[in-house]
């Protein structure tokens, strides 16, 4: 089992900068690829980015440029930092944590924080 924690979230005017942080527990944590994933009310959850175990990242195109994501394996915990905040980037922003293929579909992610809202006013 793994427990993800994340922390970070609140209201942003557009333009501005926000991290998150989400923590692990549990089991190995450098052994798991970490995504971000975001989710509107009543829409599908959206693939946001993923730092593999080796600490390579990915970026959905709607991010990239932006966003980034990196990982303190000693402290077990991964960051999205996010920056150029767009009122478009309004969700609640989740971890999720896999092992074995690298995926960008949240359905294939085992592990989940519990989402940390981000708001970003115009």
């Known amino acids: 089992q793994v427990q993800l924690v994340e922390s970070g979230g609140g209201l942003v005017q557009a333009g501005g900068s926000l991290r998150l942080s989400c923590a692990a527990s549990?089991?190995?944590?450098?052994?798991?690829?970490m995504g971000w994933f975001r989710q509107v009310s009543g829409k599908e959850r959206e693939f946001v980015g993923i730092?593999?175990?080796?600490?390579?990242?990915y970026y959905a195109d709607s991010v990239k440029g932006r966003f980034t994501i990196s990982r303190d394996n000693a402290k077990n915990t991964v960051y999205l930092q996010m920056n150029s905040l767009k009122p478009e980037d309004t969700a609640v922003y989740y971890c999720?944590?896999?092992?074995?293929?690298?995926?960008?579909?949240?359905?294939?992610?085992?592990?989940w924080g519990q989402g940390t809202q981000v708001t970003v006013s115009s």
């Open positions: 999720a944590a896999k092992i074995g293929s690298t995926s960008y579909y949240w359905a294939d992610y085992t592990y």
């Open positions: 730092s593999w175990s080796s600490g390579r990242t």
């Open positions: 549990g089991r190995t944590f450098s052994n798991y690829a």
